[in-house]
């Protein structure tokens, strides 16, 4: 397996503009997560699935944020419309179980200008 | 309040030395401690996971404690190289995924 794909890489896009992140969890893996990271606040889990459902997104910083997962190879995190503030990286994680090992994508490198 | 602190902030060392990365923290109820190294650029990469009943957990040269008495953990990392110059993230679990508690990470550079 790949591991965790995340797309794109980096995203530099105007304040009002929707930015879509994308991630490819590894196959078998039932949770997925995403998380931000900045500088100020470190990692922070924005929300996670289990078998596609979504289980508690009570780290999504407002309703800007949204987060789908249609099936199990795929997801997405949707910020509309984005802020300067939302400039971080974004990663993408998946796990057998909630609590053995994540197994983190290289993360999507967001600038809003 | 749940919280998760790590020490030093950063640190230099010389290539070939040892050194302690220390992770205390006030999460309850507690499930696991887990260690991950996260070089520039990258996503997080786990070393360790430790539950309430481990007290030594070691990978390779990396070597993790835990005293659940006192909520304190440390990363040894013995005759460092090159390649360990990177962030060492100390992170709690409540016992689900949600309550998850980050440090904020120790950045380690190892030097010649």
């Known amino acids: 397996d790949a591991g965790v794909i995340q797309s794109p890489r980096h995203e530099v896009t105007e304040m009002g503009q929707e930015v879509t992140l994308r991630c490819k969890p590894i196959s078998g893996h039932d949770y997925l997560f995403w998380y931000r990271q900045t500088m100020m606040r470190g990692l922070e889990l924005l929300i996670y699935?289990?078998?596609?459902?979504?289980?508690?997104d009570s780290g999504m910083p407002e309703d800007r944020f949204s987060a789908k997962m249609p099936n199990a190879s795929f997801s997405t995190l949707k910020i509309q419309p984005s802020e300067p503030r939302d400039s971080a990286v974004y990663f993408c994680?998946?796990?057998?179980?909630?609590?053995?090992?994540?197994?983190f994508g290289q993360g999507t490198r967001l600038t809003v200008v | 309040k749940n919280q998760v602190e790590q020490s030093p902030q950063s640190l230099i060392i010389l290539e070939g030395k040892n050194c302690t990365l220390q992770c205390n923290y006030t999460v309850s109820p507690f499930s696991n401690l887990r260690w991950y190294k996260q070089d520039t650029g990258r996503g997080p990469v786990s070393l360790t996971i430790m539950t309430f009943s481990e007290n030594t957990k070691s990978n390779g040269r990396y070597t993790a404690t835990l005293d659940a008495d006192t909520k304190q953990s440390s990363l040894h990392i013995t005759a460092s190289q090159l390649s360990d110059s990177a962030s060492y993230i100390c992170v709690v679990s409540g016992g689900t995924a949600s309550k998850l508690t980050f440090g904020t990470g120790t950045r380690l550079q190892v030097t010649l």
């Open positions: 994680a998946s796990s057998l179980q909630i609590n053995t090992e994540a197994f």
């Open positions: 699935f289990n078998n596609n459902v979504p289980i508690d």
